[in-house]
């Protein structure tokens, strides 16, 4: 069993950042795929970034390319998104998610259906 917990979602100016962690319970963590979802309100579940258990390789959408670092701390058992220059349409609540068989991916997948477990959700409003 893999629970999740995210932490650092609020309220935040356009051209703001903030920095969402995941806390994460389970032996074999280190070699999950991690990654970060978000949804907004009348919007499917979108892919932001992943994250391999090395760290060496990560993914991203292209819309948070340049602005969103993804990482991890295989002894903490964390994983991190930082977010920079947020833009309104960043708005969303952000979810953390594991997928246990990602290590024998070829690529980071970005279908939420490749990811087994998944965190409650942390809140993120960009105001303009």
């Known amino acids: 069993q893999v629970q999740l917990v995210e932490s650092g979602g609020g309220l935040v100016q356009t051209g703001g950042s903030l920095r969402l962690s995941c806390a994460a319970s389970?032996?074999?963590?280190?070699?999950?795929?991690m990654g970060w979802f978000r949804q907004a309100p009348g919007k499917e579940r979108e892919f932001v970034a992943g994250?391999?258990?090395?760290?060496?390789?990560?993914r991203y959408v292209d819309s948070v390319k340049g602005r969103f670092t993804i990482s991890r701390d295989n002894v903490k058992n964390t994983v991190s998104l930082q977010m920079n220059n947020l833009k309104a349409e960043d708005s969303a609540v952000y979810y953390c998610?594991?997928?246990?068989?990602?290590?024998?991916?070829?690529?980071?997948?970005?279908?939420?259906?490749?990811?087994?477990?998944w965190g409650q959700g942390t809140q993120v409003t960009v105001s303009s």
């Open positions: 389970g032996r074999t963590f280190s070699s999950y795929v």
């Open positions: 998610a594991a997928a246990t068989g990602g290590s024998r991916w070829v690529v980071i997948r970005q279908g939420s259906s490749n990811y087994d477990y």
């Open positions: 994250i391999r258990w090395s760290g060496s390789s990560t």
